[in-house]
């Protein structure tokens, strides 16, 4: 309780028992008046009083617990409570993620991204770690997977660029109930076209691990770090390896290690960051003296990563569900990256048709209207059908009204900001050589019609892209950035054959 409340409590109290004994001497003088006319009046009226005030005293002590006690929580409105658990996190990121997958109208990109929801699916099902070794080319990622699983698995001391592919393997670490994948990587910074594609697919298997192994056989180069900093910074959990310590005296171990646990800080704790020797040098070892030389023989160490099996057993161990459900989430949030974008690019050539068809349309309704301007009415109409269709393509729940309304809206700022005079400008002038002076204005309007619809189609794609938002400038700014991009020579080259093919020629054939 503070110290408030406290003082207040007591000041409470002393005032209670003040008006406690003035009410006590009060209903004395009271009953002893009343009790010399009537002594049962006297009684009934005591028992009033009394049960007047045992309710009072009642009232008191609940609203002094009410003020007393700790304020509760303010919960607010209802809203839909977020998975607390990281596995449930991940299911319902995945689950709609395998949503937006359905709306992608390519059946093969469908298909491929179905298999590979599934597939994640599958693995936050059975919930088996992954740990990846990556880093550079001969950097001892295969000795050191190698060492792990205590029998030669790959080719050691081999060149740079022999692990063509990721290659996997059970795993058992002591204390960790769970069933361990180690995957062995192709080496990063390789030269030419197949190093390239074969570090595409080691950073690829590093961006889907529970936990990545990052080996170096020295001090940390740039070439290096950045990959590892990236990796980190997007969530990946990973432990620095310092390999190849045998080739080091104690201080020259001891100088590396501090300068990679000073660079790293930033992203990876010093424990994280271990130094081993996975493949140690043989030792030639004397065949004593007086004794030939050929009785010398070579002596192999045993591997030296008791550090890294301990670092790995701990983090598996404490982390493990956490790891698998942290992994599933990012490549569940980066295959619905991936899937949104797709449908973005189906949205826009979607709708890219259909405003290039209505641009015709509102051509046609306008060059075949015996008006001297362009109708901006008959205009705002065709555009508002084509607001509605838009929407649909990007999944707005938009009438015909509301379209009509967008549609005269833009018309307007068409006209405000100089668009519509500047159209029959642009396309007066690249008509009068083309078209014959008979069919000159109808050619005019049809095409500027086209022109004007196309702008106002190219707005409303932005508006419903930025989900039904204008943005900071609101729809004036739209409108003039796609002016701007449409006014350019060779679009209005191109657009101009079009519309002679489009509205000049019917207009010619016309008896």
């Known amino acids: 309780m503070s110290r408030t409340r406290l003082l207040l409590l007591i000041g409470s109290i002393l005032l209670v028992l003040g008006l406690l004994l003035w009410l006590s001497t009060s209903l004395l003088q009271l009953y002893t008046g009343l009790a010399a006319i009537s002594p049962l009046l006297a009684s009934a009226v005591l028992s009033i009083v009394l049960l007047l005030l045992i309710g009072l005293s009642s009232a008191l002590i609940y609203y002094a617990y009410l003020f007393l006690r700790p304020a509760p929580r303010q919960l607010g409105r209802s809203r839909p409570q977020a998975p607390v658990e990281k596995t449930e996190a991940a299911g319902e990121t995945l689950r709609a ?168 800080q930033n992203f990876l704790a010093p424990t994280d960051v271990v130094a081993v020797a996975a493949n140690p040098q043989a030792i030639v070892v004397d065949g004593g003296v007086g004794l030939p030389a ?37 490549q569940s949030q980066r295959l619905g990256e991936e899937t949104r974008a797709l449908i973005a690019v189906q949205r826009q050539q979607q709708a890219e048709k259909i405003v290039e068809r209505y641009q015709w349309i509102s051509a046609g309704v306008v060059s075949v209207t015996p008006l001297p301007l362009v109708d901006l009415l008959a205009a705002a109409a065709v555009n508002a059908q084509m607001v509605v269709e838009l929407g649909k393509v990007y999944g707005c729940d938009m009438n015909i009204d509301r379209g009509k309304e967008l549609a005269m809206s833009l018309a307007k700022t068409l006209v405000s900001l100089g668009v519509v005079r500047g159209a029959i400008e642009l396309f007066s002038i690249a008509l009068q050589t083309n078209v014959g002076t008979f069919i000159i204005g109808k050619a005019i309007q049809g095409a500027t019609a086209a022109y004007l619809t196309r702008i106002a189609g190219k707005s409303f794609i932005e508006y419903f892209r930025r989900d039904q938002d204008w943005g900071d400038g609101g729809m004036t700014d739209v409108v003039q950035e796609q002016f701007q991009l449409n006014r350019r020579d060779e679009f209005v080259k191109v657009f101009v054959k079009e519309a002679i093919a489009r509205v000049v020629d019917p207009l010619r054939n016309q008896p």
């Open 97 to 264: 993620v395998q949503q937006q997958v359905d709306q992608i109208q390519d059946q093969v990109t469908r298909q491929a991204l179905r298999d590979r929801s599934r597939e994640i699916a599958e693995n936050l099902a059975r919930g088996e770690l992954k740990v990846v070794v990556f880093g550079t080319g001969s950097a001892g990622k295969t000795s050191l997977v190698n060492a792990l699983l205590g029998r030669i698995v790959g080719q050691v001391g081999a060149p740079m660029g022999t692990t063509e592919a990721g290659q996997t393997y059970r795993f058992q670490l002591r204390d960790v109930p769970r069933e361990i994948w180690i995957t062995d990587t192709p080496g990063i910074l390789e030269t030419g076209v197949a190093g390239t594609a074969r570090e595409q697919g080691a950073r690829r298997l590093a961006t889907e691990a529970d936990l990545l192994l990052f080996v170096l056989d020295g001090d940390l180069r740039k070439s290096e770090y950045e990959p590892l900093r990236s990796l980190s910074m997007i969530g990946k959990r990973s432990i620095l390896i310092f390999n190849k310590t045998d080739l080091y005296t104690e201080s020259d171990q001891e100088a590396i290690l501090g300068r990679l646990r000073a660079r790293v």
């Open 294 to 330: 050929q009785s010398a023989y070579r002596l192999q160490p045993d591997p030296d990563i008791l550090p890294l099996l301990r670092r790995m057993a701990t983090i598996l161990r404490e982390e493990g569900e956490d790891l698998i459900a942290d992994n599933i989430l990012l």
